[in-house]
């Protein structure tokens, strides 16, 4: 095992490895760990085999797009109760957790089941399936990363202090310093799914951090409108929307002094707004301290408006996306920004991607954009 301490404003940062040779880092925000007066556990007493991956990338010829193939997640843990949890600290009283310590505040640790890992760079692979040259073939490098947001499993987002979201986004952006310097990787994603109606597999109170070799189709879209956009205007996409929303004023839900969140015009889901800094800002390594104090509370605020979008709804499933610039080629097109959005439609019912979507990639939303703004504006106030 091995560990290395670095201290940054109010958080300390402490890295050390895992069993099976996972990084895991601690991020303390309380005392006594945040100034040092004690460290937190570092040895995983677990037997593990040495951490591979055998995720593989093939080229679908039939849409330009690579398509990861992550056979090792078919077994990953499936809800398992409370008590059980992987993303619990590790306790006398239950078997050791993925985390060594007995408690923590923010845990970042290399995904156990990932799709994307540098050790899958170690495979021997072809570069063609079965010798066809339609069919390119690589290893499916990268990082996927978890980000514990608290040790109480009973916890969400919402009901986090603000102190430990300025914390959260201050591990969002050291995280996406450190995987955008690992060579080969293009693009890093902070995310959060919550609801079992997402697919959430752990109900401890977590995200992912996802460090792609490639473009992902949605980023690789915006990407080639924004330099359509840009050689025909000289002006970068995303802001010009921003400053479009802002002239209409009739989607926007919070103005705030380095925050802007909207109803996009084109909205595809049934609850869905987007949060930008005014600032032109690649990604979160790059906001200032004002811009991250401020937005702790407007992003906390969001999410409980969207806990309040729907009448006898108390907690509504959600994705929280935050888009960022790519790393290296085509970077100054890119602009940071957040993509919050339910699939649900109604109490009780989601909006399921069906043929349309599903097959035609057809997108069709079942209320206005500005009805959405609307409610949001009521729940916010």
Known sequence: MTAHDATTHSMRKTSTTLADGRELIYYDDTEPYVSGGDTRDLVDTRALLPSMSESQMRFDVLTGE??????????????????????APSRPDRPATEIPAADYDVVVFEN???????????????SEVDGEALWPMAPGTGRCE?????????????????????TIIDVWADRTAALSAIPGVQQVFCFENRGKEIGVTLTHPHGQIYA????????????RQSRKHFERTGRVLLADVLAAELRSGRRIVVDAEHWVAYVPAASRWPVEVHLAPRRDVADLAELNGAERD??????????????AFFEGVAEVPYIAAWHQAPVGVDRELGRLHLQLFS??????????????????????????PERIADRLREVLT
């Open 146 to 166: 978890v980000i514990c947001f608290a040790s109480d499993p009973d916890a969400s987002f919402v009901s986090l202090e603000l102190s430990r979201v300025r």
């Open 112 to 126: 156990r089941f990932p799709s994307l890992s540098e050790t899958a760079a170690q495979q021997s692979l072809p």
């Open 212 to 223: 792609y070799p490639y473009l992902p189709p949605r980023a690789d879209a915006l990407i």
């Open 294 to 307: 401020e937005l702790a509370g407007v992003y906390r605020d969001l999410l409980r408006a969207v806990d």
């Open 343 to 368: 699939m649900m439609r109604s109490p009780g019912r989601m909006k399921f991607l069906a043929g349309s979507e599903s097959a035609m990639g057809a997108w069709i939303n079942d209320t206005t």
């Open 66 to 87: 690579w398509i990861v193939i992550a056979a090792q997640r078919m077994d990953r843990t499936f809800l398992p109760p409370a008590d059980a949890s992987p993303l």
